[in-house]
Every structure is written in structure tokens, then in C-alpha cells.
């Protein structure tokens, strides 16, 4: 990750009949336009299973806060809502040390 960018991440729980929807919803019709915006450098989403569900991580690298504050951004978002149910948390986290390599 580039030291001058951070990291936005976004979480989401779905509800489990609706997982096949919500992946080709996010990997075909939101991430494509979302990496359009302004500020948006990459993307990597995760899965974990675990006793409450199944949770879906997003981590984007973006130039800090104000890339979601772009009409690029709000746009994406009001073009392409999912929709079925999921619950989404957001963090936005900047580097405070070095990468560390081993």
C-alpha cells in the first residue's frame, strides 16, 4: 500500500438467501463503478465464516477521506444500491507507520 493513501474498509452482513445475489451485485455492478471514482486506487474483498454468519470485507486504498466526498462517489452510490437485505460498517484508517517487511 502507498504510505499516502489509506484505507477504506467496508464490512457487510447478508442475509444468507441472498449471498449469490449480493456477490454478483458487488463483483459485476458496484465495484467496477466504484473503482471510477476519483481518489479510488484498488479493491480486495474478503469472506469470513463465523458463529453469527458469514461477514464480507472490502478494502479499498484511496487518498484519504475526501475521495468519498466526490459527486463521482455519491453517484456511484445512489446508481448501483443493492437491493436485498445487508447490513454495511464503514472505517476509513490512515498509515501511521511504515509497512513492515519480512
Wanted: charged share 25%; net charge negative.
Amino acid at each position: 500500500m502507498n504510505e499516502d493513501r489509506w484505507l477504506l474498509s467496508i464490512t457487510a452482513r447478508v442475509a444468507p438467501e441472498e449471498e449469490d445475489a449480493f456477490n454478483d451485485w458487488y463483483d459485476n455492478e458496484h465495484l467496477p463503478v466504484i473503482l471510477t471514482c476519483p481518489g479510488f486506487h484498488s479493491a480486495r474483498r474478503y469472506v469470513a465464516d463465523g458463529p453469527e454468519g458469514r461477514r464480507y470485507l472490502t478494502q479499498y486504498e484511496i487518498d484519504g477521506p475526501q475521495a468519498m466526498q466526490t459527486p463521482e462517489f455519491a453517484k456511484a452510490g445512489k446508481d448501483t444500491p443493492f437491493k436485498g437485505q445487508a447490513t454495511f460498517d464503514v472505517g476509513v484508517y490512515r498509515v501511521l507507520e511504515p509497512a513492515l517487511r519480512t
